[in-house]
C-alpha cells in the first residue's frame, strides 16, 4: 500500500496529513474552512485516494494561509507515497462538467512541479455561512499542491458561469486524472516510465 504523512507546523498553520494512494476514496477532512473541506472530500472520493487532514490555521486574518499550506501538505504526501515512481501511468487527462460548466486537468507526475492556471472567475468570493471564501485563493491551492508534489499540472476552465461548479469541476477533474496518473501500468509494473531512468 503506498502510504504517507506528512505535519507541518509554522507560526501560521498547524497541519496533519495522511494518505493512501490505493484506498477507496475516504476522507476526513477538517480544516476549519467549509468550502475547501468540501472540495478535498471531492478530491479524495473521485481520486480514491484516502485522505486525512486536520488542520489549524489563523483564520482570524484570513483563510490564505490555510488553503496553501493545505495543498503543500498534501502534495508532500503524494510525492512521498509515490517514492521513486516506478510502474505509475504517470501521464493522465479529465474533462469534468458541472452543470453548465466544464473544466479539463491534463498532468505529468513528471517530478518537475509546473502549474498552468486557465481558471477565471465571475466574482471575487465564495459567499457561505462560515465567512466569504476568495476565488483567487484556489489558484494558491493548486500551485502549492503541483510544487509539493512534483507535478506538472495544467488546469483550464473551458466554459463556465457558476463559481461553485467552476471550482468544484477543477477538483473533480484533477481527482480524476490523478487516479489515473498513480495507477500501476501491469505492463511496466517494475519500470520507471522514462527514458532517463528516474523521475
Not at 476526513?28 to 473541506?37: A, E, M, P, R, V
Not at 498552468?116 to 466574482?123: A, E, M, P, S
Amino acid at each position: 500500500m503506498r502510504k504517507a504523512s506528512s505535519e507541518r507546523t509554522t507560526k501560521e498553520t498547524s497541519i496533519v496529513v495522511d494518505i493512501n494512494i490505493d484506498g477507496t476514496g475516504k476522507s476526513n477532512i477538517s480544516t476549519g474552512i467549509g468550502f475547501l473541506d468540501h472540495m478535498l472530500e471531492q478530491l479524495s472520493k473521485h481520486s480514491l485516494i484516502d485522505i486525512n487532514v486536520q488542520a489549524k490555521g489563523d483564520l482570524h486574518i484570513d483563510y490564505h494561509h490555510t488553503t496553501e499550506d493545505s495543498g503543500i501538505a498534501i502534495g508532500e504526501c503524494v510525492a512521498k507515497a509515490l517514492g521513486e515512481r516506478k510502474g505509475i501511468v504517470r501521464y493522465a487527462n479529465a474533462y469534468i462538467p458541472m452543470d453548465e460548466s466544464l473544466s479539463r486537468v491534463a498532468l505529468d507526475l513528471s517530478n518537475r512541479p509546473y502549474l498552468i492556471w486557465k481558471v477565471k472567475f465571475t466574482i471575487p468570493k465564495i459567499t457561505s455561512s462560515q465567512g466569504d471564501f476568495d476565488t483567487e485563493l484556489f489558484k494558491e491551492w493548486f500551485q502549492a499542491f503541483a510544487q509539493a508534489s512534483g507535478t506538472t499540472l495544467h488546469v483550464e476552465n473551458i466554459y463556465g458561469e457558476n463559481n461553485h461548479h467552476i471550482i468544484e469541476s477543477c477538483f473533480k477533474a484533477l481527482a480524476r486524472s490523478l487516479r489515473k496518473a498513480v495507477a500501476i501500468d501491469e505492463r511496466e509494473a517494475n519500470s520507471i516510465p522514462s527514458t532517463k531512468g528516474q523521475l
